[in-house]
């Protein structure tokens, strides 16, 4: 099954023009965003709260409203579905899906696996990149 492809948004109505780049990166190119939209996408809205610019965290309402509105709930909304996401093996759930709470941990740590490997295959001589990911406080769980 190959991956999904997310089409026809009409970015100009995100609330916060300078996020456009890194969410269409996110959602056409599967690239990470960075830390403010990576927890939004993750829905951790407080946290996103906490890393939020002077012109985000005036909007943060309004880009939840514009998600929910604009992307697929198969390229949004929890930790796992962002890595499933990043990985390309996304898939439709079922509204009523129910996983227990150590096979969520154990796919999205999986996941986070794979897609740190990739990271730093891609800059590999990025000494900060490797201090980043490594860093338990930057952790998503």
Not at 45 to 55: E, G, I, Q, S
Not at 110 to 118: F, N, R, S
Request: charged residues 25%; positive net charge; proline residues 4%.
């Amino acid at each position: 099954m190959s991956p999904i492809i997310i089409e026809n948004i009409d970015y100009s109505t995100f609330p916060t023009q300078h996020m456009v780049k890194g969410l269409r990166n996110y959602l056409e190119m599967r690239i990470m965003p960075g830390s403010f939209l990576e927890y939004m996408l993750c829905g951790k809205f407080d946290r996103a709260k906490n890393v939020a610019d002077h012109k985000n965290i005036h909007h943060i309402d309004e880009i939840i409203s514009w998600l929910k509105k604009n992307i697929p709930n198969i390229a949004w909304g929890t930790t796992l579905i962002y890595y499933e996401w990043l990985k390309g093996v996304e898939y439709y759930r079922p509204y009523n899906e129910f996983i227990s709470k150590n096979e969520y941990e154990k796919r999205l740590c999986y996941l986070q696996e794979m897609v740190k490997e990739d990271y730093l295959r891609k800059s590999k001589n990025n000494v900060l990149a490797w201090s980043i990911l490594n860093n338990p406080k930057n952790s998503l769980l």
